[in-house]
């Protein structure tokens, strides 16, 4: 009697809907809000979360941190994962055949990219493990003749971790200073190399700023010296021409959800000729040239090579809509608002990245503000510490108006409706922010704000 | 029987209890007061500095990403606070929390409202323990804008 009484409770609770999240995932238009008008109460689109009431699903303008999947990058991810399901390095039957040429091809894909040849890519979970297994593996490998590594200070955190993981071990870094306009000194970077240098590592775009180091110069010196050079090009491949040939690097980090490719596949690519050496991350079966223990997970290979392949055919035609898209953003922003600041150098930069400083208005306020649009910020209050981005503070932006930065991310699928809601929007905040700013205020009045003594506490 | 049915009910989690809306944010869940006040600030704005009814706090550093200006209006013969204004270069609970300050502080004796702790503003946004600041810096910001008031009117009484 009693068991039956549990049994029932169960057997329905097994067969109850589940009545609780909300979970929105069938809109996929993300230029519904730019069509959507002012938010009216009872409406049924809107979405609450967070304690944020927004009227729709918000432009995505984000690009640096992931991209959306292309759909064609999808339907050959989909086919792979239904029909390669078999195990790439099993090479006693044809389900293991047909997983490992997938993946070839996925190789050849990623390989002509970067003007590199396929032996030379390995495939790994992304580029914050290519980034690890390089800067870790090299210095390891060298550890006995070699205790110096060079690198900048608006390299991406993993970079930075790895090399004070090394620091900890009792390796020496030096972490090169930016110029205003983001780029690397390359007389300091000559100063800098030593005799028992083993790595340099230089990013080709920056993930904050967008700019594009000179990567062909650099190259050069540590052709000089002999030094192995490493780039982490998750930002670049796809978007700029990347060539390492020219750029002479023996160790580059790729990233697939950067270029409209899946989470959580990247690749490594691996000099042969002159051969440089690494120790493995991951130990295991010696798959991947023995440099990366593990399973390959099929579909999220092929989707890679796939992405590579698109970016390489369209790369001419996007970065034409996305420089278009860029300059009409910052026309459009720089028209009605004054005090607009660009971060980084505008010549030498990828052009989807647009990073602003909008003067006397506090990043995270306007970023509260900018609910219908999915934008991130490099101000104190949106990371865990009170301190603003190290990458603009690298730069030697002043402290107040590293608090005022935004980056606009624009891409493929960016449409030009986007941007002018985008613009809108932007300038409506900041606007209403100036109103609410004492700054703003003095400085109208003519008071330099620099003078004035500040009360901390 | 149904005391069975309850436990069993109970044992797989089914009992209706107040779900609060969707905020499975480990991190910043902003208290709709936040944003209320964000949306809405109330009180923003500027007196006249030189207005000898008038005291001036400002506070903060833009170094640190949070400055505030709180002004307020004193009756002279009652030392009643008559109205206030603010205005905040900083994120949106820096905003709400100065604009409760300027709420709370209207109609109320220069006394009572030194009396204002920074906990009770951040008690009722909801504040996380990362913006706790906030709050302080806007009960620095009553309390310095009452010190000016009494200040200048040592000055016009002594001069």
């Given at each position: 009697m009693?068991?039956?009484?549990?049994?029932?409770?169960?057997?329905?609770?097994?067969?109850?809907?589940?009545?609780?999240?909300v979970?929105?995932?069938?809109?996929?238009?993300?230029?519904s809000?730019?069509?959507?008008?002012?938010?009216?109460?009872?409406?049924?689109?809107?979405?609450?979360?967070?304690?944020?009431?927004?009227?729709g699903?918000?432009?995505?303008?984000?690009m640096?941190?992931?991209?959306?999947?292309?759909?064609?990058?999808f339907?050959?991810m989909?086919a792979s994962?239904?029909?390669?399901?078999?195990?790439?390095h099993?090479?006693?039957?044809?389900?293991?055949?047909?997983?490992?040429?997938?993946?070839?091809?996925?190789?050849?894909?990623?390989a002509?990219?970067?003007?590199?040849?396929?032996?030379?890519?390995v495939?790994l979970?992304?580029?914050?493990?290519?980034?690890?297994?390089?800067?870790k593996?090299?210095?390891?490998?060298?550890?006995?003749?070699?205790?110096?590594v060079?690198?900048?200070?608006?390299?991406?955190?993993?970079?930075?971790?790895s090399?004070?993981?090394?620091?900890?071990?009792?390796f020496?870094?030096?972490?090169?200073?930016?110029?205003?306009?983001?780029?690397?000194?390359?007389?300091?970077?000559?100063?800098?190399?030593?005799?028992?240098?083993?790595?340099?590592?230089?990013?080709?775009v920056?993930?904050?700023?967008?700019?594009?180091?000179?990567?062909?110069?650099?190259?050069?010196?540590?052709?000089?010296?002999?030094?192995?050079f490493?780039?982490?090009a998750?930002?670049?491949?796809?978007?700029?021409?990347?060539?390492?040939?020219?750029?002479n690097v023996?160790?580059?980090?790729?990233?697939?959800?950067?270029?409209y490719?899946?989470?959580?596949?990247?690749?490594?690519?691996v000099?042969?000729?002159?051969?440089v050496?690494l120790?493995?991350?991951?130990?295991?079966?010696?798959?991947?040239?023995?440099?990366r223990?593990?399973?390959?997970?099929?579909?999220?290979?092929?989707?890679f090579?796939?992405a590579?392949?698109?970016?390489?055919?369209?790369?001419?035609?996007?970065?034409k809509?996305?420089?278009?898209?860029?300059?009409?953003?910052?026309?459009?922003?720089?028209?009605?608002?004054?005090?607009?600041v660009?971060?980084?150098?505008?010549?030498?930069?990828?052009?989807?990245n647009?990073?602003?400083?909008?003067?006397?208005?506090?990043?995270?306020?306007?970023?509260?503000?900018?609910?219908?649009?999915?934008v991130?910020?490099?101000?104190?209050?949106?990371s865990?510490?009170?301190?603003p981005?190290?990458?603009?503070?690298?730069?030697?932006?002043?402290?107040d108006?590293?608090?005022?930065?935004?980056?606009?991310?624009?891409?493929?699928?960016?449409t030009?409706?986007?941007?002018?809601?985008?613009?809108?929007?932007?300038?409506?905040?900041?606007?209403?922010?100036?109103?609410?700013?004492?700054?703003?205020?003095?400085?109208?009045?003519?008071?330099?704000i620099?003078?004035?003594q500040?009360?901390?506490? | 029987?149904?005391?069975i049915?309850?436990?069993?009910?109970?044992?797989?989690?089914l009992?209706?209890?107040?779900?609060?809306?969707?905020?499975v944010?480990?991190?910043?869940?902003?208290?709709?007061?936040?944003?209320?006040?964000?949306?809405?600030?109330?009180?923003?704005?500027?007196?006249?500095?030189?207005?000898?009814?008038?005291?001036?706090?400002?506070?903060?550093?833009?170094?640190?990403?949070?400055?505030?200006k709180?002004q307020?209006?004193?009756d002279e013969?009652?030392?009643?606070?008559?109205?206030?204004?603010?205005?905040t270069?900083g994120?949106?609970s820096?905003?709400?929390?100065?604009?409760?300050?300027?709420?709370?502080?209207?109609?109320k004796?220069?006394?009572?409202?030194?009396?204002?702790?920074?906990?009770?503003?951040a008690?009722?946004?909801?504040?996380?323990?990362?913006?706790?600041h906030?709050?302080?810096?806007?009960?620095?910001?009553?309390?310095?804008?009452?010190?000016?008031?009494?200040?200048?009117?040592?000055?016009?009484?002594?001069?």
């Amino acid at each position: 009697m009693a068991s039956k009484a549990i049994f029932s409770t169960l057997r329905r609770s097994l067969t109850k809907p589940h009545g609780g999240a909300v979970s929105r995932r069938h809109h996929l238009s993300t230029t519904s809000a730019a069509t959507a008008s002012e938010p009216y109460p009872g409406d049924e689109h809107a979405i609450v979360m967070k304690g944020v009431r927004i009227s729709g699903r918000p432009l995505y303008l984000d690009m640096q941190s992931t991209t959306p999947l292309d759909p064609r990058v999808f339907d050959a991810m989909n086919a792979s994962s239904i029909y390669d399901y078999g195990n790439p390095h099993s090479r006693t039957h044809l389900y293991g055949w047909e997983a490992e040429n997938a993946v070839e091809v996925a190789r050849i894909q990623v390989a002509k990219l970067i003007g590199a040849s396929p032996k030379e890519i390995v495939f790994l979970s992304g580029a914050t493990e290519a980034n690890n297994t390089v800067v870790k593996g090299v210095m390891h490998f060298y550890k006995d003749k070699k205790r110096h590594v060079i690198t900048t200070q608006t390299e991406h955190k993993c970079v930075l971790d790895s090399c004070r993981h090394l620091q900890q071990e009792g390796f020496e870094v030096t972490y090169l200073p930016v110029k205003t306009d983001g780029l690397v000194d390359l007389e300091m970077l000559r100063e800098a190399i030593r005799l028992d240098t083993g790595l340099v590592s230089v990013m080709a775009v920056n993930n904050e700023i967008g700019v594009v180091q000179p990567m062909e110069e650099i190259g050069r010196i540590c052709k000089e010296h002999k030094i192995p050079f490493h780039t982490d090009a998750a930002q670049a491949i796809g978007k700029i021409p990347v060539d390492v040939e020219k750029w002479n690097v023996s160790f580059m980090s790729m990233s697939g959800h950067k270029i409209y490719g899946p989470k959580g596949v990247g690749a490594m690519y691996v000099r042969r000729r002159p051969r440089v050496r690494l120790e493995p991350l991951m130990n295991g079966g010696g798959q991947e040239r023995g440099l990366r223990s593990g399973t390959l997970a099929t579909q999220q290979v092929v989707g890679f090579g796939v992405a590579c392949e698109l970016a390489m055919k369209e790369m001419e035609y996007d970065e034409k809509w996305i420089k278009r898209l860029q300059e009409r953003l910052l026309n459009g922003v720089r028209e009605k608002l004054d005090g607009v600041v660009v971060n980084g150098s505008l010549e030498s930069r990828y052009a989807g990245n647009l990073n602003l400083s909008f003067a006397y208005v506090e990043g995270e306020s306007l970023l509260m503000g900018l609910k219908e649009v999915a934008v991130s910020s490099g101000s104190a209050c949106t990371s865990a510490s009170l301190e603003p981005s190290y990458v603009l503070r690298a730069l030697g932006v002043d402290e107040d108006m590293a608090h005022t930065s935004i980056r606009f991310g624009i891409g493929r699928f960016t449409t030009e409706e986007e941007i002018d809601k985008a613009v809108e929007l932007t300038v409506k905040q900041v606007e209403k922010l100036r109103e609410m700013s004492p700054l703003y205020e003095m400085v109208k009045e003519g008071i330099d704000i620099k003078n004035i003594q500040w009360s901390q506490h | 029987m149904m005391m069975i049915r309850q436990a069993a009910k109970k044992a797989l989690g089914l009992t209706s209890r107040q779900s609060t809306p969707c905020s499975v944010g480990i991190f910043r869940s902003y208290h709709e007061n936040v944003i209320d006040h964000y949306d809405n600030p109330r009180n923003v704005g500027s007196f006249d500095k030189n207005d000898p009814t008038v005291g001036t706090g400002l506070v903060g550093a833009p170094a640190c990403g949070d400055v505030m200006k709180l002004q307020i209006k004193v009756d002279e013969k009652t030392g009643q606070i008559v109205d206030a204004r603010f205005k905040t270069f900083g994120c949106g609970s820096a905003i709400a929390s100065s604009s409760v300050a300027t709420e709370w502080v209207k109609g109320k004796a220069m006394e009572e409202v030194l009396t204002i702790k920074n906990t009770e503003i951040a008690k009722h946004l909801s504040l996380p323990p990362v913006k706790l600041h906030c709050s302080m810096l806007a009960e620095d910001a009553i309390k310095a804008a009452v010190k000016d008031y009494k200040e200048k009117r040592v000055k016009t009484n002594g001069a």
